[in-house]
Every structure is written in C-alpha cells, then in structure tokens.
C-alpha cells in the first residue's frame, strides 16, 4: 500500500541524465556568497557609451558567472550532478542576476564593478531543479551560444571598422551598432529568465524585443510567461511573432516547433523539425537536430500515452548516433526510449555504451543496474553497478534509492546482513523517510524480529509526508500487528488510516475481517456498507452486497440479508452462490417455498453441493422427507465440505423416523467430517441441543458418542 517508486519513475532519471519528470529536494550548504568583478573595457573610436556599457556588462557578467561556476563545482552536491563546469555556468545564468555596484565612463574607457550574491542552499537547488528541466536548458544553452556569436560577430566588426575605407564605414557602423542592440537584447533576456517575478520577467522580454524586434527567442519566452500568467491571447499573439520571424538556426525551429506546440498544431511542429533537420549543416549539428525532434516524440508519447511517439523517438535518436555516434546525450535518450518500447536489452547496450564512452558517470551504471533489476533480471550484475555508481557518486535524491535497491538484491540472493545494512545505510541518507522505514520494517518482520519491525512502523508513521502516506503506514503496521495477533491494536490502527483517508475502500474491508475475527458482526456490517457507498466497480459492488447479507444473516435480520442478496442478484443475475445465500435467509424467516424457489434457480445456473445441501433442509423443515434425503444424498455422494451438513440433517430424518442405528451412524459421520473442517459452533454441540434427536437421546450409542 506504500506509493514507492516504481520501476519507472527510476527510469525517467536515466532519461534524465538529460530529463527528468520527477522533482526531488536537495539539501546543500546553507550560506550566502558574494562575488564581485571590475572589467574595464578600451572603446574605440566608433564606440559610444551605450556600446561600451553593453559590452562591459556583458564581460563582467561573465567573468562573474565563471567565479560562481568555479566555486559550484567543488561542492559536493553540485558534484554529484556530474555537470562540466560550462554546464553550470550555462545554467546560473538563468538563476542569478547581476548588480552594477559603480560604474564610470570618461569618453575612452568604460570601468564597471559588479556582484553577484548568491544563496548557494537556493542556487544548488535551482542547478537541480533546471538541469532535469529539458526544454529550459536547451533554452539557456541557446542564450549562452548567442551571446557568445554576439560577442564574436561584435569583435569582428569592431575589426572591420578600424580597417574600413570611408565608403564602407557607414554600413559597417550601421551593422556594429545593430550588433550591439542584439548583445544587449540578450542581456535583457537573461534578466528576465533569472527574474523570480513573473511580471518583471515580462517587462525584461519586452525591452528586449524594443531593442530587437525580430528576436524570435525574446518573443518565445514572454509567450510561455503570458501563458504561466493565464495571459492566454497575448501568448498565442507572441508565438504568432515567433512563427512570422524567419529562423536562422536550430535553436529558432526549434522555438517555431514549440510554438506550434502550444497553439496545438502538432503538424506544423514536425514540419519545423523537419526543416531543421534540412537546414542543420555539420554531422554534429544534424544530430542535434534529430535529437530535438526525438525530445518533441518523447513529449507526445508522455501527453498522449501513444507508443508510437515513443518508436518515432527512437528513430531519431538513432539518427543522431549515427551522425554523432560518440555523444553519450544520445544513447541515454535512446536507451528510455527503448525502456517504453519494452526492449530492456537493446536499453542495456545502449548504457553500457554511454559508459564505454564516459566510464565516469555514476548516475548511468545506476540507470543500468535498474534494468537489471527488472523481470528475472540479473542480481549480481545490478548489484555490481548499484556499487560503481555509488564509488562514483550520485545526487543526494538517488543514493538512499541505489542503497535500497541494493537492499533487495542482497534480500533475493540470501545476504541478510548486507541487506539489512543497506536499508540503513539508505535510512542514514534519508532519516525522514518513512518509505524507507516500511521497507526495513517489512524485512524485519520477514525476520521474527518483531521489536525492530514495530520500530520501523511507527517510524514510517512518524515520518510519512502525505495523508495518504500515513494512512498507508497505519494500514501497514495494522496488517502487522493482525500477524502477531495484536487484533485490538491492529483495528485501532485501520481507524487511524481511515480517519487520514476516508475514501479508500480497502481499509474498511481489512478492517470488517478483523472485525469478522472478534465476532463484531454489527461493526463489519458498518464496514461493508462504506465499501458500497465508495466503490464504483460492479465487482466489488456485488461482493460486498453479498458480504453485508452474509452478516445480517448471522445477527438473523434475514430480511435485510435478503435485501442484500437481491441487490447482489441484479448485479449479476448468473451468480448462483447469491440465489443460495437468498434462499437460506428466506429459509431463516420460514419462507421455505421461496427459499426452494431459489435453490432451484441456483442449481440451474451451477448444480454446486451448497444449494442441493440448503434445500433439502428446506425440504425437511417442509416435512417433504423424500426429497430432502435426495437431495442430501447427492450432497454425500459428492464428498465434499457440505457433506456434514448433509450428513447431520439425515441424522435427523432417520431419527424422526425411528431408525436410531441409522441416524447414530449418520450423526457420527457428520461429527467426523466436521471435525476436519472445524467449524463453530460445532455439530456435536448442536446435536445436544437438537430436540429432533430427542428419540434417539438415551441410546446408549448416542450417548457414547455425545460423551459427557
């Protein structure tokens, strides 16, 4: 009942060494840096102030992103992201934002002093939170490959300024000062990426469009804010902008694509993947392009559950691996995309290539050894890389999972004591985790070590986050303490869990058989009852009727129980068992021609000993002797479990009858199979108590048999 993790959810990790659909905490250092930065930029003569802040801004911006950067990839957690240290730089950008300290421009020279202050705990959890992002990184990977062509195109221009001949200057002027718009265009866009309101984010896009209007990404990126804002018609109005701008690279079809996305024209997004893919010049470039088209299929399988998105995905990446066969981005996309496609062993090689090609990555030897870990799978292979991956590090969120599922390989091989060290290996990880408390709880109690596996219950309690976790924690320590024959304490805890989740059914019905147990009929009436107020499918609907009409029986309100049982026939009229249990409350009411009525029915349906054993006691309580002792007959010929039943009431007709040898001969035989089917009361103790057998009560035989 526990929500762990299922296989899957592990495996979108994997996609992710790239993506991932999941979200996770990451607890990191709790300290504020600031860095700050001058940079002193020599204008030219074709330099104004304007051009020379740009440019100075932009230089100081990123040598202050290169001193965060440096700082990041020695900590631990950033670590075990396994990011270069481009990588987060690139993704910083979109996290924090620059502040001008001073700045002063005397005509030649522009000085500028900047910082950046950052809350490491936020910006480690930021660095996370972006790199399982897909679409946002590739978003800020194309402003880092912009600003850095700006810069270069502006270097370039500056060059051909100072060389150019008077005809050429104005134009040359015209394109250097267009370049400068475009660098600070960019600018803008970062500080609206990195902006935490979302309305300044759309202030920062909108000076950036004023300053180029033909930006596409300025456009794309206010369109997915209006949309966040509910802003839904200036957003189509602005991916509109972004189709009408013609592309000039991967990352612009790539925009167009989206754009189509959002405005639901799935048509027109393929087409601007296939144009990229047209346009893309350069086997690496194409990839990328293949890739990109891969990453949209992916989106549609998860939107639209269709495998056919999934198969088209691993076309494309296939395509990229062929044109770019040593990126390892590539054969972990293509690997998921088989994981959906069910082909685990072509999943399998694919990593096993990804790590052939970087041997380093523990979070790939992870996605591996969860492959492993499925159908027969192979424990010692899955342990093997569990054990690489944690040598090499993981994120903070998969080291506690790499411990567990370690745990259970060692548990399916018989290493007790290396499982058990690494369920607490994974609790020392995650102390708060009440999942991982249920898990060693169950191993515990898998044990006999009954004291430790009731610890770890009440610390899965303690610890579940949700209501519905907790309640699922309570259920489980009640199944528990049902085993250990705590019933009193168990039903209190599947109070509990009902009090926390009053809509799951299951509870209630665990609960009715505890309370089934302690002979607490009114209570597990009360039980069944919820059940058919909360359940919807017509399978439990009818079981539950039935139940409920079992129950009533038993307090003898036969009348309720036949309610019950005719809802239960409506539901499924074939159902023989229900037109029995109906009978046998009419025969509790002395109805015994209606109950015949339905014993007919049912033997009709399905001729089981049940129905001939209840009527022939209908018969005989009718005084129609001949065809109840047929029909008992029938019940004995059978052999079955309903033969003492059978057995006992011909005891009784032959006692009615004067045949005391007779009917002591059945009466013993009915004593015989009772006893092997033990139920309560028990025949013998009936047959005390039966004035049918009053006739027979001082043969010496009978009273062997009956004993004191």
């Known amino acids: 009942m526990f929500r762990f993790k299922s296989l899957f959810y592990f495996l979108s990790v994997c996609m992710g060494i790239i993506f991932i659909l999941s979200t996770s905490s990451v607890s990191a250092f709790a300290e504020t840096k600031t860095f700050i930065k001058e940079y002193t930029y020599q204008a030219s003569e074709d330099d104004s102030r304007n051009s020379s802040r740009v440019i100075a801004l932009r230089e100081v911006k990123r040598l202050l992103l290169e001193e965060l950067g440096t700082y990041l990839e020695s900590e631990t ?326 411990y567990y599922q370690r745990a259970g390989l060692y548990k399916k091989i018989g290493k007790t004591e290396l499982a058990l060290q690494d369920y607490s290996k994974a609790i020392k990880v995650e102390p708060d985790s009440g999942s991982l408390y249920s898990l060693r709880s169950m191993f515990y ?96 609907k009818i079981e539950a009727y039935a139940q409920r009409g079992k129950y009533y029986a038993k307090i003898g309100r036969y009348d309720l129980a036949c309610q019950d049982f005719t809802k239960a026939i409506e539901l499924s009229p074939e159902k023989s068992e229900a037109y029995v249990d109906r009978g046998e409350s009419y025969a509790g009411q002395g109805k015994h021609e209606l109950a015949i009525s339905d014993f007919n029915l049912a033997i009709k349906k399905a001729p089981y000993p049940g129905a001939f054993s209840a009527r022939g006691i209908s018969y005989l309580a009718l005084d129609k002797r001949e065809l109840a002792v047929k029909d008992l007959n029938t019940v004995i010929a059978g052999s079955s479990d309903w033969a003492a039943d059978a057995y006992y009431h011909r005891a009784i007709i032959r006692a009615l009858e004067g045949n005391s040898q007779k009917a002591i001969a059945d009466l013993k035989k009915a004593i015989q199979v009772d006893n092997k089917i033990s139920t309560k009361p028990t025949l013998k103790e009936k047959a005390k108590t039966e004035s049918r057998f009053d006739s027979i009560r001082k043969h010496h035989d009978f009273i062997k048999l009956m004993g004191k």
């Not at 902006?195 to 909108?206: F, P, Q």
């Not at 990229?276 to 293949?290: D, L, Q, V």
């Not at 939107?303 to 390892?328: E, G, H, T």
């Not at 059914?505 to 909360?534: M, S, W």
Request: proline share 2%; with cysteine; aromatic share 10%.
């Open 77 to 402: 957690e950033v670590k075990n992201f396994q990011l270069t240290k481009d990588q987060i730089t690139t993704l910083t950008a979109g996290i924090v934002q620059t502040e001008i300290i001073d700045e002063k421009w005397d005509g030649r020279m522009y000085w500028l002093k900047s910082k950046i202050t950052a809350d490491s705990d936020k910006v480690v959890q930021s660095i996370n939170d972006l790199r399982k992002d897909r679409q946002k990184t590739q978003e800020l990977e194309s402003m880092k490959r912009k600003s850095d062509e700006q810069l270069k195109e502006i270097e370039r221009l500056r060059k051909d300024l100072a060389s150019a001949k008077d005809g050429n200057r104005e134009a040359n002027k015209a394109a250097y000062d267009k370049s400068i718009k475009e660098l600070s265009a960019t600018d803008w866009i970062e500080k609206g990426y990195a902006a935490s309101d979302k309305n300044e984010s759309v202030k920062a896009y909108s000076r950036a469009i004023e300053l180029d209007p033909n930006n596409a990404e300025a456009y794309y990126l206010r369109a997915v804010t209006y949309l966040s804002l509910g802003e839904k018609t200036l957003a189509i109005q602005d991916y509109r902008q972004v189709i009408a701008i013609e592309p000039k690279s991967i990352d612009a079809y790539n925009m167009r694509a989206r754009s189509y996305q959002a405005m639901g024209n799935p048509d027109f997004a393929i087409r601007e993947y296939e144009k990229a893919i047209e346009s893309a010049s350069g086997m690496k470039t194409k990839a990328r392009a293949y890739s990109l088209r891969g990453s949209y299929y992916v989106d549609q399988y998860f939107q639209k559950n269709d495998i056919r998105y999934s198969d088209l995905a691993m076309k494309d990446y296939s395509k990229a691996i062929d044109l770019d066969p040593r990126n390892v981005d590539w054969y972990l996309h293509r690997a998921n995309t088989y994981n959906m496609l069910n082909k685990n062993d072509l999943a399998v090689k694919d990593y096993s290539k990804a790590i052939e090609l970087n041997p380093n990555m523990g979070n790939t030897y992870f996605c591996r050894a969860l492959f492993y870990t499925t159908g027969e799978g192979n424990p010692a292979l899955a342990i093997r890389d569990f054990t690489k991956a944690l040598e090499l590090g993981l994120e903070k969120v998969w080291v506690s999972t790499a």
């Open 445 to 540: 109690a898998e044990l006999g070590k009954n004291d430790l596996a009731l610890q770890d219950y009440s610390k899965a309690i303690e610890f579940a986050a949700a209501q519905s976790e907790k309640a699922a924690a309570y259920y489980s320590r009640a199944q528990f303490l049902d085993k250990t024959g705590k019933i009193d304490a168990a039903i209190q805890d599947f109070g509990k869990a009902i009090e926390l989740d009053p809509g799951n059914k299951y509870y209630y019905f665990f609960r009715a058989e505890l309370n089934d147990k302690l002979g607490k009929h009114d209570l597990v009436i009360q039980d069944y009852g919820k059940i058919i107020e909360l359940t919807s499918e017509k399978k439990e």
